[in-house]
């Protein structure tokens, strides 16, 4: 049983060890900078204003079409209430992410499109302007949440675009369209 048991082992250390890009190189590095759009909660004294991304993302392509990856995003969203004249506020939220991706490429060739996602942490902050009280600012820390982003995009040479939806579990919810480079990960 212990002779089955390492012979398996040692076929699928052989297997993985097989298992790489043969066309691209295996290490890439994402970074793109992006347009995040935060949902509307439907008050109509609450103005929902654009947000901004900058992504990190370094990739190890385990084949031609399976790539694993760790995201490191930012991303800030504002908003506006103005319920009253004299009396508004803006709030900024800023969001961090920490997520382990994975992505599927549909295509090999110049063209690649691809989709995947990915599951981690997002610390959540929030900056506050309140015009009541004299123009005054407040930074709150919101904490941790567990979060997952599903995601679909593609790559031409170096380019990168791609779209995603990060759900967080409340209404910090976001689209982010992403515009950006990659470094590496060629063809070999």
């Given at each position: 049983m212990k002779k089955l048991l390492l012979l398996i082992s040692l076929l699928g250390?052989?297997?993985l060890a097989k298992a790489q890009s043969a066309t691209?190189?295996?290490?890439?590095?994402?970074?793109?900078?992006?347009y995040a759009i935060p949902p509307s909660n439907g008050d109509a004294s609450t103005n929902v204003k654009a947000g901004?991304?900058?992504?990190?993302?370094?990739?190890?392509?385990?084949?031609d079409a399976l790539a694993v990856g760790f995201r490191f995003e930012g991303a800030g969203l504002g908003y506006a209430d103005t319920n009253s004249g004299d009396n508004s506020s803006a709030d900024i939220s800023i969001i961090y992410s920490y997520c382990p991706s994975l992505e599927y490429y549909l295509m090999k060739g110049g063209f690649r499109p691809f989709i995947g996602g990915g599951v981690g942490i997002f610390d959540q902050g929030s900056i506050s302007?309140?015009?009541?009280?004299?123009?005054?600012?407040?930074y709150a820390s919101i904490g941790?949440?567990?979060?997952?982003?599903p995601r679909a995009g593609f790559e031409a040479g170096h380019l990168r675009i791609s779209a995603e939806y990060n759900i967080l579990g409340n209404n910090s919810n976001y689209a982010a369209f992403?515009?950006?480079f990659f470094f590496g990960g060629g063809r070999k």
């Open positions: 250390c052989a297997a691209y190189h295996a290490f890439k590095v994402d970074l793109t900078f992006g901004a991304t900058i992504t990190v993302e370094p990739h190890y392509r385990i084949t302007i309140n015009n009541n009280t004299g123009g005054s600012t407040e941790s949440k567990f979060g997952f982003f992403a515009l950006g």
